[in-house]
């Protein structure tokens, strides 16, 4: 006759030590449960039982049980993903006494305490979890399978008082076969386990097991080591569980958090290291951890991260404006938001990916030496509900003025001496007419304020100077005649943040103004 058992580790750990183990050089911990332990559990409950029950129960009926029991063959279906989990341990309590042992040198009483080590098994704390047992004797009938399940019933415990379980009897549902069959002698890759001696008796499994004759013996009277072949673990898989993207955007913003806040002028400084760490994760992300800088990416993943890095793999800048460009938003003329926009595509999951993990870490403001690193801001993600500035949002706006300052391309100075055809107003409708916007002749232009400002130098231009670069920036006032859409940015560094325009409307009262009043007051 079969019986099927499913027992359940409702806190996920099955805490056991096996016989005569110290826990401290357990080299296999108890897996599977052994045999022994539990036909020594049932007959426990026997007892309970038969002290709860309104009729006397007859011994002749525990023998009978304890017959079926180690006369049985046992096998097991052990989940795959059950692991042994990493030992506890804990300083325990032992006798009161003097301490140090001697009251003559003034010691104290107080608990002397033992290191303990607790091992245990880890599994799921469900049906998944679930370790199911095999017994097949020819001793059992429907009378004693009964007697089985009100034992069974009164098993709270299995092991260690921490290893709460519940055991029953399954008629089907069970899995078809057992993956750990118990086997009489050692093979490699098996571990012992202590199961009954098929003539075991009562007086075997009701012995204390500190008792003079059964602690100094390897074997307990009436059990045996049988040895079980644990299932292979899948291999362990990274289970990346990212959620794909809602919807691909745009624009990214962030909040610009600090505890100094950064300098307007400062504003390309911030977004160009912010870029280069997105550029780093975007490489390293691409070649799945083996490069992390665009320099030494090979020709393939660099035409991969162009859009970020500016440039195709050749290193020539890419023509149309289809790149990521960084920009400050300004309020009351304080950095406080950090804004990814792209107009050629949105963002990949890679891009976004490398754009959250750059955050992840503080940016600098500050120009290169010594105390750089004491002034870093922190940039938050922002929800995607919260909606895009003014200028982002594709409403069209026929008044702009600067969020932040614009810097001509190209000199307009000559000798000390202006020249017409480079002025600010004249390389402003140029840029405006390579951009694709018509009637430049009818926009008007006019500068309102201008200050010195640090601009973006490409890396291989940069000849060891402390600052990314100095430049006089001006602040405009551009009127289309007629309505445009933005975002609006001119000038040098205007992926950087720099020359960005903002709708008329969005700075009367933050904007320019702020602006104005913190430029001239530095």
């Known amino acids: 006759m079969q019986i099927v ?4 580790f409702p806190l996920g750990r099955f805490h056991a030590t096996p016989w005569r183990v110290n826990p401290f050089d357990d080299p296999y911990g108890e897996w599977p449960p052994s045999p022994w332990r539990f036909v020594r ?49 804990q300083y325990l309590p032992t006798e009161f006494a003097w301490d140090p042992g001697e009251r003559k040198k003034a010691g104290v009483q107080t608990y002397k305490r033992s290191l303990a080590q607790d091992n245990y098994w880890c599994t799921v704390p469900n049906e998944d979890g679930a370790v199911w047992w095999f017994l ?52 490699r890759d098996l ?21 003079d004759m059964v602690a100094g013996r390897s074997v307990p009277p009436g059990a045996v080591y049988r040895y079980a072949p644990r ?31 950064p300098e307007a002028r400062a504003v390309v400084r911030l977004t160009s290291r912010f870029r280069g760490a997105v550029l780093r994760e975007l490489v390293r992300i691409k070649s799945r951890g083996t490069c992390s800088t665009w320099s030494r990416a090979p020709r393939d993943l660099r035409k991969e991260v162009a859009f970020f890095a500016g440039k195709a793999a050749a290193g020539r800048p890419l023509e149309g404006h289809r790149h990521t460009e960084f920009f400050v938003w300004l309020e009351d003329g304080v ?56 200028g982002f949002d594709g409403m069209e706006y026929r008044v702009w003025e600067s969020m932040t300052p614009y810097v001509p391309p190209r000199r307009y100075l000559r000798g000390g001496k202006p020249r017409e055809r480079e002025s600010v107003e004249n390389q402003v409708r140029r840029e405006l007419s390579l951009r694709g916007f018509s009637e430049v002749d009818r926009v008007r232009v006019k500068v309102t ?71 001239q007051s530095m």
């Open 449 to 519: 304020g201008s200050h010195w400002v640090a601009v973006h130098i490409p890396r291989g231009d940069r000849t060891g100077r402390a600052f990314l670069g100095d430049r006089r920036g001006y602040r405009l006032r551009i009127e289309f005649p007629n309505p445009v859409r933005g975002p609006l940015r001119l000038g040098h560094s205007s992926s950087f943040g720099l020359g960005l325009l903002a709708p008329a409307e969005s700075t009367a009262h933050s904007g320019p103004r702020a602006v104005q009043t913190h430029f």
């Open 136 to 187: 097949e004797g020819e001793d059992w009938n429907e009378s004693l399978v009964e007697v089985l399940d009100r034992c069974l019933e009164r098993i709270i415990y299995f092991g260690r008082a921490e290893s709460f379980t519940r055991i029953e009897r399954i008629m089907d549902g069970y899995p078809k076969e057992p993956n750990c069959v118990l086997l009489d002698h050692p093979q």
């Open 335 to 390: 950095p406080t938001r950090l804004l990814v926009w792209r107009d050629s595509e949105p963002f990949d999951e890679d891009e976004e990916r490398a754009i959250f993990a750059a955050a992840e870490r503080e940016i600098s403001w500050a120009a290169p030496g010594d105390d750089a690193d004491a002034w870093k801001v922190r940039l938050l993600p922002l929800d995607r509900g919260v909606s895009a500035p003014s």
């Open 5 to 8: 058992l499913r027992q359940v």
């Open 231 to 261: 299932p292979r673990r899948p291999l362990a898989r990274e289970n990346p569980n990212r959620a794909r993207l809602q919807q691909r955007r745009h624009l990214i913003q962030f909040v610009v958090g600090w505890n100094v806040a």
């Open 191 to 211: 571990v012992p386990v202590l199961a009954p001696q098929e003539n075991a008796t009562r007086e075997d499994l009701e012995r204390v097991t500190d008792t």
């Open 41 to 89: 559990a049932v007959v426990a409950r026997w007892y309970q039982w038969a002290r709860e029950s309104a009729r006397e129960r007859r011994s002749d009926e525990l023998d009978a049980l304890v017959k079926a029991l180690c006369t049985s063959r046992y096998a097991f279906h052990l989940p795959q993903t059950a692991s042994r989990g990493s030992p506890v341990r």
